[in-house]
């Protein structure tokens, strides 16, 4: 049981209507393994420059994650989001990028990383994230995140990093971008048809939807009536849903991958109801299971709301 | 058991991607009746002109749907729509709009109409839904529908018809615009205390959403290849939905609700497969059932689909 994330470990300085804050750690790895760290051991592999110190080491560490595949480069920075959301959260404005250390970052995989039994390839460049792959030989579950920027320049690799994975998750937008298609259970089977066996299409407030040679699975966004801070919301998914994978033993079934999507549902509520890591940092185990259970009621057409019994 | 819907029976010309066509029957009393004949004695409200003729008639009339409300004007044209769909069928555009007769729409209704035990105001000026519903002062149950226009143009009667419904049924854009609330479920609790129990928010491709005092559910959109034509789509949810509590004895709780969610989702579903209203008036109620179990599998964390059973 053993969960590597090859990723960003960012600093992000984000405003929404309800604050702002400035420098905050985040990241896909790091978003993505403090949801993750709940289920199973994980492992992020990317570079920090000097800006990293011991209290930055210490928000994951301190809570189990697995911090030997982090790469100090002397003398560097890390990379670096500053955006805006406007009320409407859904509209998000990015105002400065600084790559920093991850601009030449070329992934080096310690031996525990490789052996992992389940590997998140993070929204990097293709090429990279076919790299990391061969490497992790073994893994008996692989995912991968993309974006548009790499549809846009990189596609061809894109394609073939697809080909090499279980499981794609990303945004219903950039399933119909990859694709070409509008239509979002076409477009999900056409990248079945690459090779994946299942498709997560990434809904925002919506929620989320599975595709798999089996069929189709869905759940909402959980409702809260306090969002703050968007930012890092898929990325905590993304660790809920491959943290539960890499948890259960046997096969990872639909059922299993339903259960798993509930997970990534629930963590990334959590992550939306604070600014950066802050909720998700300070979760329990015990309040992930309840919300997962209100979750599992929202959604059963049987069983009424515990309020309504 | 009966149920009175007052709203538009019109012709639509519709061009989409996958084909056109000119003057079909159309409307939202006619779609939602469609609907919701398959659970219960439907009756629409309202006027047509002379190019309303025994075709129409028929379609409705050998379906089961009462016509005997549907007012027709000597000498005067139906209301009609033009519009067309981008690839993206999220996107639609109106090309003309003729009220004709529904202009000088002044609803009324018969004693069997006034006698209905469930009502659905479909999305007509505000002040004729509070006409329409002080006529039906012994409904058990009744919703509304409206639309930006008349948020823009009559809010304060939109929100005094709303504190005199049960339940209303809009677009989830809608209920933010309403409110001023960008946090949807801040929105429906914002309309819930204006006085409905219940709060369904539209959310096209994605589905719907349940509020209650009680809880809150939610069911993704159902998942098809084929969409064709979307119009009247929410007119045939919002008829799945009314048609089925219409048809349940005793009272109307959660459970049913939800369930009523449902049969408004799998007959959205159906609507939009083709054009107008050319699925729906084929539809069996094997066919409806055989989806809504369909649709509960797909919603069920622990039930497998059943080809993978």
């Known amino acids: 049981m053993s969960l590597t994330v090859v990723g960003s470990i960012a600093f992000d300085s984000v405003r929404t209507p309800f604050g702002e804050r400035e420098h905050m750690l985040g990241g896909t790895s790091v978003h993505f393994s403090l949801a993750a760290r709940f289920f199973t051991e ?3 592999v990317g570079p920090v420059g000097d800006d990293f110190g011991e209290a930055e080491l210490e928000l994951l560490a301190g809570r189990g994650v697995i911090v030997d595949d982090i790469e100090r480069v002397p003398g560097g920075r890390s990379f670096f ?8 959260l859904n509209v998000a404005h990015t105002e400065d990028t600084q790559l920093g250390v991850f601009g030449d970052f070329e992934p080096k995989l310690s031996e ?6 389940v590997l998140f390839l993070a929204n990097i460049q293709p090429d990279l994230q076919r790299q990391v792959r061969a ?4 893994a008996r579950f692989c995912a991968l995140d993309s974006m548009n920027l790499w549809i846009d320049t990189a596609k061809d690799s894109l394609l073939a990093a697809i080909r090499e994975v279980d499981c794609v998750i990303v945004n219903d937008a950039e399933i119909r971008q990859l694709t070409g298609e509008s239509n979002l259970a076409r477009a999900a089977r056409a990248v ?11 809904q925002g407030e919506y929620g989320a939807a599975l595709f798999t040679e089996h069929g189709f699975f869905a759940l909402p966004g959980f409702p809260l009536e306090e969002v703050r801070d968007p930012t890092g919301a898929g990325d905590s998914f993304a660790g809920g849903f491959l943290g539960y994978l890499d948890s259960q033993d ?15 549902t629930v963590l990334a509520s959590f992550n939306v109801e604070e ?28 069983v009424l709301p515990a309020s309504a019994k």
């Open 192 to 202: 079945m048809e690459m090779g994946p066996r299942a498709v997560v299409a990434k």
């Open 135 to 138: 490497q992790c030989a073994g």
């Open 42 to 44: 994980v492992r992020p």
């Open 81 to 88: 989001w500053r955006g805006r959301y406007e009320y409407d």
């Open 275 to 302: 600014f950066g890591t802050e909720r998700v940092a300070r979760l329990t185990r015990e309040e992930i299971d309840e919300r997962f259970e209100a979750l599992r009621d929202m959604t059963d057409f049987d």
């Open 250 to 264: 046997g096969d990872l079934d639909d059922a299993c991958l339903r259960r798993a999507m509930g997970y990534g």
């Open 112 to 117: 525990a990383a490789k052996s992992a039994d």
